[in-house]
């Protein structure tokens, strides 16, 4: 297609009227082919304050599950209701999604929805289209989204925010720490503030609450730079696979999470006066992924994920939050993306990824409100494995063969979150987003931390002698034994990776060993029990969990003594 017919389809798009048309494509134009996708947009009727518009979008790539068309409005069209797709506008964004039973979008394949909307003065056809953040109606088309008007102009915000800043110390972390034996060795070292739960913004039971930690992390920064990092963790059904962290929000109450805990967030983080701090959130730890690991038909699903898959609202509730706290230029979104012994695996890193997109690009997100993803988040994956390799081979067999990396095509975190960066740049996020990956608790160092490799004597014994990594297997995340603090935090550690980082605080529990009755909404996961046998998602090990754990979120002295013996660097 010449450059000539691409603008002329370009141009064809802004055609306006009361049976207004967004044409679509030219018949028969030879190189057809290359254009990704068509949207033929088409006013069908229209009055003094209202309109109806059909639109089908005609999928020429590769077969789609799910899909999302978007566009955005130069007047002021408002859609009132629609049909055939899940339609949200956020100013003058528009996001068609796919409803449940129209998901399936074969390559040459189209489909059709419709709604009603209002305007006043012209009501112009849009001029852009994309789908699934790709440009439809021109040719290579590239990854893009609308513009986001209440997106801080390009520039405003720096390119790794750990770059030359010191980052926040709570003070109520690090008098827990301070007072273990041998806790001011790291009591001064930065951690994350975790909001997991609407009583945390203000602070419940005399503990300090949003505002406060802001009015801190001013004091701390002085004349510097200072970065103040805040967990955002309270969507509605959260963590569906694990009991332990079960949060106060039903399944459905997607629009308390918005009105009660997001949209406060978001007024305070935009505060004027808290302007001057690089405020990095991490975005709803322990959710996308179980929404492709933990559903139906897999032997892993629990009826909780199925049912958020089905509801939409942990996609919902992420993309809704990545656009209320991206509107403040000096908020830095990274996504949760599991870890590599969760996502590693070929049928979970590419669906994963597209899942990420989808949310990224939900309740009026785009991409340019995420400044990067974490990997690792309160979780003990080994940052390296020095002693093995994903291409090494022993007696004939690939360490992809070994019980212990079971085909998974990463054996430690940074492999995976670099990997991971590089499939998340190919759809359409910006090529200069960061990782963080949370090192607080896989140092696995002590007296059993491996020297060398393993012996050859067969693949199993070969990873398992030279492993880092202690666990009984890669899915055992609560409160392990031999667990230890990791590198401690740093910027820029690894190309394409912001930060090593403390978001667990170290000595926070998982969960409890036992039932305990909380006004938390935190129930008993057996995986915290160290007596429990295991379940498909570890394949049947043992839990490895310390015991007499309290509730998660609750110090345990236990585990923070643990995890100081055992920590790799050592303590000094």
Request: glycine share 12%; hydrophobic share 35%.
């Amino acid at each position: 297609m010449s450059r000539t017919r691409t603008a002329l389809l370009a141009a064809m798009a802004l055609v306006a009227g009361a049976t207004g048309s967004a044409i679509a494509a030219v018949p028969g134009d030879a190189g057809a082919a290359a254009v990704p996708c068509t949207v033929d947009y088409t006013v069908q009727n229209q009055w003094n304050t209202g309109f109806t518009a059909s639109v089908t979008v005609t999928n020429h790539g590769a077969a789609k599950s799910s899909w999302a068309v978007k566009w955005s409005y130069a007047g002021n069209q408002k859609v009132t209701s629609g049909w055939n797709a899940r339609i949200t506008q956020s100013g003058a964004n528009v996001t068609a999604a796919n409803e449940s039973y129209n998901g399936t979008l074969a390559g040459g394949g189209s489909a059709t929805f419709g709604f009603q909307g209002t305007y006043s003065g012209t009501n112009a056809v849009p001029a852009t289209f994309t789908l699934d953040g790709v440009t439809c109606n021109v040719d290579s088309g590239g990854p893009t989204d609308p513009p986001d008007p209440t997106d801080p102009p390009p520039g405003d915000r720096v390119d790794n925010p750990y770059d030359g800043a010191k980052v926040y110390v709570n003070p109520e972390w690090s008098a827990n720490a301070a007072a273990e034996p041998g806790g001011s060795r790291i009591a001064n070292q930065p951690t994350g503030v975790w909001m997991d739960r609407i009583a945390a913004i203000e602070g419940p039971n005399g503990k300090m609450g949003l505002r406060d930690h802001l009015d801190e992390a001013l004091r701390q920064k002085g004349s510097g730079e200072l970065v103040f990092q805040v967990v955002i963790y309270n969507l509605p059904g959260r963590d569906c696979a694990a009991l332990a962290s079960n949060g106060e929000l039903g399944p459905t109450e997607i629009d308390r999470y918005k009105s009660e805990y997001i949209d406060p967030i978001a007024q305070i983080l935009s505060d004027p006066k808290y302007a001057s701090l690089r405020i990095v959130t991490v975005v709803e730890i322990d959710s996308l992924p179980n929404l492709v690991t933990n559903v139906s038909p897999r032997a892993t699903a629990t009826p909780n994920c199925d049912t958020m898959k089905a509801n939409g609202n942990y996609v919902k509730g992420v993309g809704y939050a990545l656009n209320k706290l991206g509107d403040a230029p000096n908020v830095y979104n990274y996504v949760d993306a599991g870890h590599h012994g969760w996502l590693g695996w070929d049928d979970n890193f590419g669906a994963s990824a597209q899942l990420f997109k989808q949310a990224s690009t939900a309740e009026g997100a785009t991409v340019a409100d995420v400044h990067g993803f974490i990997a690792n988040t309160a979780n003990y994956s080994a940052l390296k494995e020095d002693h093995f390799k994903i291409t090494d081979n022993v007696g004939g067999k690939s360490v992809r063969e070994s019980k212990w990396v079971s085909w998974n095509r990463y054996v430690d975190e940074l492999s995976y979150a670099q990997a991971l960066r590089q499939e998340l740049v190919s759809l359409g996020f910006d090529s200069k987003i960061g990782m963080l990956i949370d090192t607080s608790r896989n140092g696995w160092g002590g007296a059993n931390r491996p020297t060398g490799p393993g012996a050859t004597t067969d693949v199993d014994t070969y990873v398992d002698g030279g492993r880092y990594d202690r666990r009984y297997n890669t899915g055992n995340w609560c409160n392990q034994a031999g667990a230890g603090l990791g590198e401690r935090p740093q910027a820029s550690p690894e190309p394409g990776i912001d930060a090593y980082v403390w978001i667990k605080p170290p000595g926070e529990s998982d969960g409890a060993s036992r039932v305990i009755d909380n006004d938390e909404g935190k129930g008993f996961d057996r995986m915290c029990d160290p007596t429990y046998g295991g379940n498909p998602r570890n394949d049947n090990n043992m839990s490895g969990a310390l015991p007499n754990a309290p509730i998660s979120g609750h110090w345990f002295s236990a585990q923070f003594q643990e995890l100081m013996k055992n920590a790799y660097p050592p303590l000094s």
